[in-house]
């Protein structure tokens, strides 16, 4: 099983909501990752995880709090945000945390922000 | 910043070969080079890698001159599904989040 599953498939919140993306592999990849994507812009990293610890939170708002659970599961929990925030989150996972692993991505939750 | 620069955008016509370059003038020693395509609303795919002189699989080749300092993404015949964004990234297996970022991408559009 090569594949990276992302839910919901789309989201719509208000700004007072609580909400979390969800993002499952089965590969036994150790290293999952979260981006944010806006129209016509390449992905923009936010958090890595590696071997269930974050390693890297590229300074991305309180707002999003990356929870991993167990080595194929990754959660993204949303509160308060704005609607610049509105944009494709992307989920994805590889064997180790570095470029020269491939990425497998999973298709994206699409989050509008009202 | 991202480590690579590419063209913002390539016009193509079906069949013929496509080649999109990527400068990446810091390459460290121990960098590969990997080449991701993106349809519109899907994540991005893994095309291609490689770290030195050139790489063919089904789907692309890579051609990677001696100093690396850029590299060429080669797709021979494209058809119209070949229309879809371009990544280049560098990086070593440090797992740097410099590397992780994506340039600004090639969006190739094939026309009939």
């Known amino acids: 099983d090569t594949e990276v599953t992302q839910t919901p498939k789309h989201l719509v919140m208000g700004m007072t909501n609580k909400k979390s993306l969800k993002c499952e592999q089965h590969m036994g990849h150790r290293a999952m990752y979260w981006y944010k994507q806006k129209a016509k812009k390449p992905p923009e990293l936010m958090f890595v995880?590696?071997?269930?610890?974050?390693?890297i939170n590229e300074s991305v708002p309180s707002r999003f709090s990356p929870e991993c659970p167990n080595s194929s599961l990754l959660n993204l929990h949303l509160h308060a945000l704005q609607p610049e925030d509105s944009a494709l989150y992307l989920c994805?996972?590889?064997?180790?945390?570095?470029?020269?692993?491939?990425?497998?991505f999973g298709p994206g939750t699409r989050l509008t922000v009202l | 910043l991202a480590k690579t620069t590419q063209p913002i955008s390539m016009d193509s016509y079906e069949g013929q070969e496509v080649n999109i370059t990527c400068s990446h003038n810091n390459i460290a020693t121990n960098d590969y080079i990997t080449w991701y395509q993106q349809f519109p609303s899907q994540g991005p795919r893994f095309i291609i890698q490689?770290?030195?002189t050139k790489v063919t699989n089904e789907v692309a080749s890579l051609f990677i001159p001696a100093d690396r300092k850029s590299s060429t993404l080669s797709l021979p015949r494209v058809s119209l599904s070949d229309t879809a964004v371009y990544y280049c990234l560098v990086g070593d297996s440090m797992g740097n989040n410099n590397d992780m970022r994506f340039g600004a991408g090639t969006r190739l559009t094939v026309k009939p």
């Open positions: 490689g770290y030195k």
């Open positions: 995880y590696s071997y269930e610890k974050l390693s």
């Open positions: 994805a996972s590889s064997q180790g945390p570095s470029v020269d692993n491939e990425q497998f």
